[in-house]
């Protein structure tokens, strides 16, 4: 008898079940501990293999980086409903984000740790992809900000910082979230919706908080909200 012929795998779902394997080594391992022969065994394939579809651990982990930056930033568009409230728009945000990091604990300490870590290129491929997402949750929130007002022309630079710091804090509690026991996706979504829609909602009814005038300041009152 001939001997039996395997099929041979596509180019494209051998180079995922790579990048899968190098996904885990650098997000359990670090970029500079893991190793190109630690991946190519998790991944099943030979290292000259790896090499030759992904040429070196720098271009191997910038396919790591632009890969779970896109399925992220995926997850959260897919995650919101545009006819919902504003309210609504930004917990399902929230929630898909959370639930996407949670999945995914390798994958989001590449993104967060690994790749600011470790300087350039690296750094501005997460830059990118945190641009999209602020730029994203900035709409979010204009969008609500207009209909509240009934402002068709409310500036967006009115909320581009809130934006801001939604995502910094959103980035700094899944890190929480995902080494906290017990600690569900919905759970720390629910924890930054209670401290932000406080502040957004007071926004969209047209009562932003305002520091204290000098004068004000100085004898120990507060000024009035505006």
């Not at 998790?42 to 896109?70: H, M, Q, W």
């Not at 995914?104 to 967060?112: A, E, F, R, T």
């Not at 801001?164 to 720390?188: C, M």
């Amino acid at each position: 008898m001939g001997a039996v012929k395997t099929k041979r795998m596509p180019r494209a779902v051998r180079e995922q079940q790579m990048l899968d394997a190098a996904v885990r080594t650098f997000g359990q391992r670090g970029y500079m501990a893991a190793s190109m022969d630690e991946i190519a065994e998790l991944a099943g394939v030979s290292k000259p293999l790896v090499y030759l579809y992904l040429n070196s651990k720098e271009d191997l982990f910038t396919a790591c980086i632009r890969r779970e930056a896109a399925a992220l930033t995926a997850a959260v568009r897919a995650g919101v409903r545009r006819e919902l409230p504003a309210d609504r728009q930004l917990w399902e945000g929230l929630g898909a984000f959370f639930a996407h990091t949670s999945q995914n604990p390798d994958g989001w300490s590449v993104l967060h740790l690994q790749a600011r870590t470790h300087g350039e290129p690296f750094a501005s491929e997460v830059d990118e992809m945190r641009a999209e997402i602020v730029a994203f949750v900035t709409q979010l929130i204009v969008a609500a900000a207009r209909e509240a007002h009934r402002d068709p022309d409310f500036p967006e630079s009115e909320v581009a910082g809130l934006a801001e710091a939604l995502v910094g804090a959103a980035e700094s509690l899944a890190d929480w979230a995902n080494a906290a026991p017990g600690v569900t996706a919905r759970q720390a979504a629910a924890t930054l919706m209670n401290f932000a829609w406080s502040g957004l909602g007071n926004l969209m009814d047209g009562k932003p908080w305002t520091p204290p005038d000098a004068a004000h300041e100085a004898s120990g009152q507060t000024s009035p909200a505006r």
